[in-house]
């Protein structure tokens, strides 16, 4: 079993940044693949980036491209997501999760942490 805790998050002006972080326990991390993703009030789930956990390979969304950046410290079994030039349609709530290579579904969820952008 995987456990997912999120840290960060708060409140931010336009054009500010703010720093997620998701520490996991439970097990490796060696073949899993780290996933970020935002619900805003009355809209789906939405993928923002992923992060393969060996090979560090990354991806993004088109909407936060360029703006935010995903890293892991395998040391620590925490992944990151470095939020910059935020806007307010960034506002929402944040969630980290895991999914084995290969697999379409992501089986550990972090608990979610609240992200505001004020204009």
């Known amino acids: 079993q995987v456990q997912l805790v999120e840290s960060g998050g708060g409140l931010a002006q336009a054009g500010g940044s703010l720093r997620l972080s998701c520490a996991a326990s439970?097990?490796?991390?060696?073949?899993?693949?780290m996933g970020w993703f935002r619900q805003a009030p009355g809209k789906e789930r939405e993928f923002v980036a992923a992060l393969t956990w060996s090979e560090r390979i990354t991806a993004y969304s088109d909407s936060v491209k360029g703006r935010f950046t995903t890293s892991r410290d395998n040391a620590k079994k925490t992944g990151c997501l470095q939020m910059n030039t935020l806007k307010p349609e960034d506002t929402g709530v944040y969630y980290c999760a895991l999914k084995l290579r290969g697999l379409d579904k992501y089986d550990y969820w972090g608990q979610g942490t609240q992200v505001t952008v004020s204009s």
């Open positions: 439970g097990r490796t991390l060696t073949n899993y693949v």
